[in-house]
């Protein structure tokens, strides 16, 4: 069992990726403390949406973990409280015009190749699905593996499985690696004190690059901003999560600009969600009216019943972004005992478990769910390093 100062592995971050690395290493044994410097899904976990998606993603390394990771969610689905808000409710993708489907027709058959379900759902039938819908669309594809989760309690309860073998400390901001005479990881110093461990894991989602910058190694994390409107609670006015094709693009699109794409979704508790939108502007947390403006009339174009609806908050989160739009999991081989579990973006959520997964078979010596070369921290090391953009004052 983990003691105050001491553990087997120290995870930084205690958001729902950090969470699924603890939960699954304390599942493998081992005893694990959990460091970060604000409360459970403090960071991007808490200005989630909560999806679980397969429907957005290319055939490719990042696939392959969606759809690993769908099977783990299922999984957790059984072994976690119905407040974690699991829901196999499926996603719909939509198209404007024949054009549009026709686009939607090959990335579904690209997909299929590699192991997603998908159907196409005619012009005639998208009301089969969704009532509500816009009647001037062209069709679209069903996806029945996308889900959704209420993600900061899926953190917080990923972290309460372990029982004693997962010990938080919430409110201590790491502020240095203790390292051996080879360099190698000793543990972490805090605000609070040392904690001691042979090895730390990064999983401080949109700080991980400056995490990454205290032990001396470059991960070029940096954040991009999006917001979400939330509405009143209603009765079940969407029932997928139904998004426009142009999202697709936009989640694959390096740009620094802002974009944004019609996502609209119901969740159990009555609200809609609406989003999305990207943009990288640093930490920048300004209302943004443009986007807020943009997102409502994307909303209303997909269903015209939410014209008359209020929202009632929004919220702003920064996903953790890296160049090559994949996330670094696995050993650092610049320093050993570190391992990073960060930059995955906008799909942290859905690829939490089998980044916990991968990160517990590395930390055990047991074989990774699958081929985790495309993910390896070090791939940046040959590029120009960024300034890292400092997290605000908490």
Not at 43 to 65: F, M, W
Not at 190 to 218: F, K, Q, R, S
């Amino acid at each position: 069992m983990p003691t105050r100062n001491t553990s087997d592995v120290i995870v930084v971050g205690a958001g729902v990726v950090g969470a699924a690395c603890a939960h699954y290493a304390a599942r493998a044994g081992l005893s694990v403390t959990v460091v970060d410097r604000g409360p459970v899904a403090g960071g991007t976990t808490g200005a989630g949406e909560g999806n679980l998606l397969v429907s957005d993603k290319e055939p490719g390394p990042e696939l392959e973990l969606a759809l690993i990771s769908a099977g783990l969610w299922r999984e957790l689905a059984e072994l976690l409280p119905p407040q974690v808000e699991y829901e196999a409710k499926g996603g719909l993708v939509v198209a404007s015009d024949e054009p549009g489907m026709r686009v939607l027709r090959a990335f579904a058959a690209r997909q299929e190749k590699a192991g997603v379900t998908s159907r196409e759902v005619p012009e005639d039938r998208l009301h089969d699905l969704e009532p509500h819908l816009a009647p001037t669309l062209a069709g679209g594809f069903h996806y029945p593996q996308d889900a959704q989760v209420m993600p900061a309690h899926a953190a917080a309860r990923l972290l309460r499985t372990g029982g004693e073998r997962i010990r938080p400390r919430l409110g201590e901001e790491v502020t240095g690696l203790l390292t051996g005479p080879a360099g190698e990881v000793r543990g972490v110093r805090t605000t609070a004190g040392e904690i001691h461990a042979p090895y730390v894991v990064n999983a401080a989602g949109t700080w991980g690059g400056a995490l990454a910058g205290l032990a001396g190694v470059h991960l070029p994390v940096l954040p991009r901003r999006g917001f979400v409107l939330v509405t009143e609670p209603l009765p079940r006015v969407v029932r997928h999560k139904v998004y426009a094709a142009d999202y697709v693009a936009d989640v694959a699109s390096g740009s620094a600009a802002l974009q944004t794409s019609a996502v609209v979704e119901g969740t159990p508790a009555g609200p809609v969600l609406i989003g999305a939108s990207r943009e990288r502007v640093g930490f920048d947390r300004t209302l943004s009216t443009e986007v807020l403006r943009r997102l409502a009339a994307g909303a209303t174009a997909l269903f015209p019943v939410l014209g008359a609806v209020r929202a009632v908050r929004t919220y702003l989160g920064f996903r953790p972004y890296l160049p090559d739009h994949l996330p670094a999991i696995g050993p650092d081989p610049r320093v050993p005992g570190l391992l990073h579990a960060c930059g995955h973006e906008g799909a942290g959520i859905g690829l939490a478990p089998v980044t916990g997964r991968i990160v517990a078979a590395c930390l055990t010596g047991d074989e990774p769910p699958l081929d985790i070369h495309p993910f390896r921290p070090e791939r940046f090391a040959d590029t120009a390093p960024v300034p890292h953009l400092a997290p605000p004052a908490p």
